[in-house]
């Protein structure tokens, strides 16, 4: 008797611990939405496509007390985001999938683990320190490589050019995704049978062309996932970029071609601890919430199209999945 | 012929860009610990280590990183002491007492996508949640102020509370990896002995996974050691405790929990020149300190997975 109330309290006990931490992370979800929406509806589909971040976040500051909303246009934000993380997940794929590469097809053990153990560190070190380091080290180096006062006079009407740009973030970015790419791709590449390999070989093929034909074909779902992981990283890194992006959200124009790189960018995540001062008055927490609620659904994206890409990359190895 | 030729360049081409690519980032990842020691070498010493910061523009005068450092452990102590029991039972019960169906996979897919949420996103969260009056005990309550009756929602305590809630997912996720490495044939063996289904979680389930439990754990340490967004937003601008004075008194140490502080993140972007401070040399000595706490933590968590394959093997 004494034994079967035991056993109930554990399960209970479980129960209701798994049902609090369930709820919260749906109380989240809804919370993050419901505050989000009296900007969401004010705004309407200009949210989505309009720019005017700057001066609508201190029309905001300024505004009545009373006022729940005013609307915001944060295609400038959605841009910032996307571009940084985008330049950059393109870069660190490049770099990542090299570098795995030699991790698992060229170094011998010993150096690998020791690589390994270098990457590890590198995506351990904290974001504040990265944005430190590209603060006083990657934003300088711009400035006098690419910045000129002729450059600087002909933008002045729209913003002030200086080192900490676009391309600063997706510098700093590069090095915050790549860790994650280098992780998942060594795994995968490790699980590639050495049998393929060997057929391979056995065909009278260079090892560069295994890897490249075999190798890495074989392995495409678990770079893939690393990929799509980086990218969750990238979208929501908020101090590092935000001490090196220049804090204005400029909407990219095409014509200016690779001087976009050098214009100053506000992403959504840096957006919100870069605004957070003024979180007092209504409009502006409304405002931060919509960035909060485009970051989780670009968060909800991701995830889904890395669980749908798993799915056929298990059919089609043959799994029932 | 021609074709073979084109595959040497191909494949000289192909093994320098892989070599290339390791060394750039073995490159960056030594450049920023060297810098880091570089700037900051200066910094350190035990002064340096057991002094409070002080405000100062004396740089002899400005102080230590005392309570920024008892703050990074404070706050990791409360996060992870939060998130564990809830992130353990959750993964028990998804794994051994949810039945299959849509809730089943619409949680697994919330924990999935908020393993990756943004922390900054959780921040926000928090800081309107722990502005209602009904958590002012986790802070203080507003007074002075004409018609509000709202919380702080500043302190050592809510920023915990928030850590734990932004590791949570996370947790459960790695917690369930290492549940479902726990072979079917222990579990099928001790029902099969007669045992309960509590008795065999407890007593076959956790033992065995008990090195990848604390794998998880460390893991979640090093998110919390290392997050600036939250301890920004939910522990308040100060450097120093603003309990009670002196806070390290027992008898002050609920006060120092309500209220503010900061953590060696913090620490550093104050002191960098996007905060006020810009005095170089102390945001890398904090940083020193700071690496030297993950890189702990690293070698600990690899160190009992060691362990754990040991005992596999």
């Known amino acids: 008797m004494n034994k079967k109330a035991k056993w109930d309290f554990a399960k209970y006990g479980i129960q209701l611990l798994s049902f609090v931490s369930i709820a919260i992370i749906f109380f989240i979800f809804i919370f993050v939405f419901y505050r989000a929406w009296p900007a969401l509806k004010v705004s309407g589909i200009g949210f989505f496509t309009q720019g005017g971040f700057d001066t609508q976040i201190q029309d905001a500051f300024n505004s009545e007390s009373g006022v729940k909303a005013i609307p915001f246009g944060m295609l400038g934000l959605i841009l910032g985001t996307l571009l940084s993380t985008g330049i950059a997940l393109g870069f660190a794929t490049l770099l990542g999938i090299g570098a795995s590469v030699t991790i698992c097809e060229f170094l011998p053990a010993k150096a690998a683990r020791l690589m390994i153990a270098l990457v590890r560190l590198l995506a351990s070190i904290p974001s504040v320190l990265f944005g430190l380091i590209g603060l006083i080290i990657v934003v300088p180096i711009i400035e006098k490589l690419f910045i000129t006062t002729d450059l600087q006079i002909a933008y002045l009407d729209q913003f002030q050019m200086s080192g900490q740009n676009l391309l600063a973030a997706v510098i700093v970015l590069i090095f915050m995704i790549v860790p994650t790419i280098v992780s998942l791709s060594v795994d995968a590449i490790k699980a590639v049978p050495k049998s393929y390999r060997e057929t391979g070989f056995a065909f009278g093929m260079t090892r560069f062309r295994v890897i490249k034909k075999i190798v890495l074909p074989s392995a495409r779902s678990g770079i893939i996932a690393g990929v799509i992981l980086g990218a969750g990283r990238g979208i929501g890194e908020a101090i590092a970029v935000s001490m090196v992006c220049g804090g204005l959200s400029f909407i990219p124009n095409i014509k200016l071609g690779l001087t976009n790189l050098l214009a100053p960018t506000l992403p959504l995540a840096a957006a919100i601890v870069n605004k957070s001062e003024a979180m007092g008055s209504a409009p502006v927490e409304a405002a931060l919430f919509s960035c909060g609620a485009l970051l989780l659904l670009m968060g909800a994206a991701l995830s889904i199209g890395a669980g749908i890409i798993e799915k056929r990359m298990r059919k089609a190895a043959g799994y029932n999945a | ?313």
């Open chain 2, 1 to 313: 012929m021609l074709k073979r030729k084109s595959h040497k360049i191909d494949s000289s081409i192909g093994n320098a860009y892989s070599f290339l690519s390791l060394a750039i980032i073995v490159c960056v990842c030594l450049f920023i610990i060297l810098t880091t020691i570089y700037f900051g070498r200066q910094a350190i010493s035990l002064h340096f280590l057991s002094t409070e910061p002080n405000p100062s523009a004396l740089d002899a005068a400005s102080g230590g990183i005392l309570t920024p450092m008892i703050g990074t452990i404070l706050l990791t102590l409360i996060g992870i002491m939060i998130a564990v029991p809830f992130a353990l039972a959750t993964a028990i019960y998804l794994r051994f007492y949810s039945k299959k169906g849509i809730f089943l996979s619409l949680v697994k897919s919330a924990v999935n996508i908020l393993s990756g949420i943004p922390t900054v996103v959780v921040a926000l969260f928090a800081l309107v949640i722990f502005t209602q009056p009904m958590f002012a005990f986790l802070s203080a309550k507003i007074e002075g102020v004409e018609g509000s009756n709202m919380a702080y929602g500043k302190s050592f305590l809510v920023a915990g509370v928030t850590m734990a809630i932004m590791i949570l997912p996370f947790v459960i996720k790695s917690m369930e990896e290492v549940l479902k490495t726990v072979p079917e044939s222990y579990i099928h063996g001790s029902l099969a002995l007669g045992a309960t289904k509590w008795q065999t979680i407890s007593k076959v389930v956790l033992p065995s996974a008990r090195s990848g439990i604390a794998t998880g754990i460390i893991l979640g340490m090093g998110r919390i050691v290392g997050d600036t967004a939250i301890v920004w937003l939910t522990l308040g601008g100060t450097l120093r405790m603003t309990g009670n004075q002196p806070w390290y008194l027992p008898g002050n140490f609920w006060s120092t929990l309500v209220n503010t502080g900061s953590t060696l993140t913090t620490y550093i972007y104050y002191t960098s020149p996007a905060g006020e401070g810009n005095s170089l040399e102390v945001a890398f000595g904090a940083a020193i300190v700071l690496i030297a706490i993950i890189i702990l933590l690293n070698l600990a968590a690899t160190f009992i997975a060691g362990i754990g394959e040991l005992k596999h093997e």
